[in-house]
Antibody, heavy 123, light 107 residues
């Protein structure tokens, strides 16, 4: 049973940077049959996939990002602590949302989710 | 990028009704589509992956079908606990885009 535990601040000011981490238990960040994702949810935008990181033995670590945040997002693995992180720069009030980390089983959907972190961007 | 369009955006049906939600992809995505149920204050829950495979533990009231660009989620007999917002998601390649959501209510 995979469990994902999120941590990070919930209140930030415009122009600041969001850092969230997602601790993994019950699986390895280096699994070749999983990808590790960040998703956010807001009333105005619904569910929005932000980005992912994953390991494949030939290509090593890879990342993919949504076009909407590509210029200011970094998703990175931390193999020492079996966790991954989200960095989102240049925050605006439009980034106010519930943020989730999620694991995708190989070609089988996002079957494990973190508990969510409500992030509010306000001056 | 491939866009995912859900319809309707909301619906109201009676307990016991058959409910169908449609998801259309702007380009073909084979069968690489999943469905999620989201309730207020809770993380989304995976219902179906690979278009029609029921996630372990999910009620058999839920079923999925389709291929390529058109997909459906069906609730065979709507129950009060099915009140939620439902999302489709493509995962054939990045970006892993979600549809806009369908809010299901009881009439």
């Amino acid at each position: 049973q995979v469990q994902l535990q999120q941590s990070g601040p919930g209140l930030l000011k415009p122009s600041q940077t969001l850092y969230l981490t997602c601790d993994i238990s019950g699986d390895s960040i280096s699994s070749v049959t999983a990808t590790w994702n960040w998703v956010r949810q807001s009333p105005s935008r619904g569910l929005e996939w932000l980005g992912r990181t994953y390991y494949r033995s030939r290509s090593k670590w890879k990342t993919d990002y949504a076009d909407s945040v590509k210029a200011r997002i970094i998703v990175s693995p931390d193999t020492s602590n079996n966790q991954f992180s989200l960095q989102l720069n240049s925050l605006t009030p439009e980034d106010t949302a519930m943020y989730y980390c999620a694991k995708e089983r190989d070609w089988a959907g996002f079957d494990s989710w973190g508990q969510g972190t409500l992030v509010t961007v306000s001056s | 990028d491939i866009q995912m369009t859900q319809s309707p955006s909301s619906l109201s049906a009676s307990v016991g009704d058959r409910v169908t939600i449609t998801c259309r992809a702007s380009q073909g995505i084979s069968n690489h589509l999943s469905w999620y149920q989201e309730k207020p204050g809770k993380a989304p829950k995976l219902l179906i992956y690979e278009t029609s495979t029921l996630q372990s533990g999910v009620s058999s009231r839920f079923s999925g079908s389709g291929y390529g660009t058109e997909f459906t989620l069906t609730i065979s007999s709507l129950q009060s606990e099915d009140v939620a917002t439902y999302y489709c998601q493509k995962y054939n390649s990045a970006p892993l885009t979600f549809g806009g959501g369908t809010k299901v209510e009881i009439k």
